[in-house]
């Protein structure tokens, strides 16, 4: 059994901060890229930022400059820095990994979701 539990997440004004943590726990044998996703009311689910096993990053455009993706790999944590934050960046943020368990192939898993809400 595999677990992502993300923490982190709430209300903030613009201009704000957050940080996002995201856990993966579990019959873990291989931990490979971890990212962050999110999704707005009545929009589809969006790539926020990746980041690889070695620490090779991918940004949105939309948050290039103000996100910053990293993980410690000794914890199995992938965590989302967010700075500067915008109304729109308002959603349900999820922490997505793509790993190989004890006992299944490597696919990928999805934590619950944490709101971020960006609001005056």
């Known amino acids: 059994q595999v677990q992502l539990v993300e923490s982190g997440g709430g209300l903030v004004q613009p201009g704000g901060s957050l940080r996002l943590s995201c856990a993966a726990s579990?019959?873990?044998?291989?931990?490979?890229?971890m990212g962050w996703y999110r999704q707005a009311p009545g929009k589809e689910r969006e790539l926020v930022a990746t980041?690889?096993?070695?620490?090779?990053?991918n940004y949105a455009d939309s948050v290039k400059g103000r996100f910053t993706i990293s993980r410690d790999n000794a914890k199995n944590t992938v965590y989302l820095q967010m700075n500067s934050l915008k109304p729109e960046d308002t959603a349900v943020y999820l922490c997505?990994?793509?790993?190989?368990?004890?006992?299944?192939?490597?696919?990928?898993?999805w934590g619950q979701g944490t709101q971020v809400t960006v609001s005056s």
């Open positions: 980041i690889t096993s070695g620490g090779s990053t």
């Open positions: 997505n990994a793509a790993l190989t368990s004890v006992y299944v192939p490597r696919r990928d898993y």
């Open positions: 579990g019959s873990i044998f291989r931990l490979s890229a």
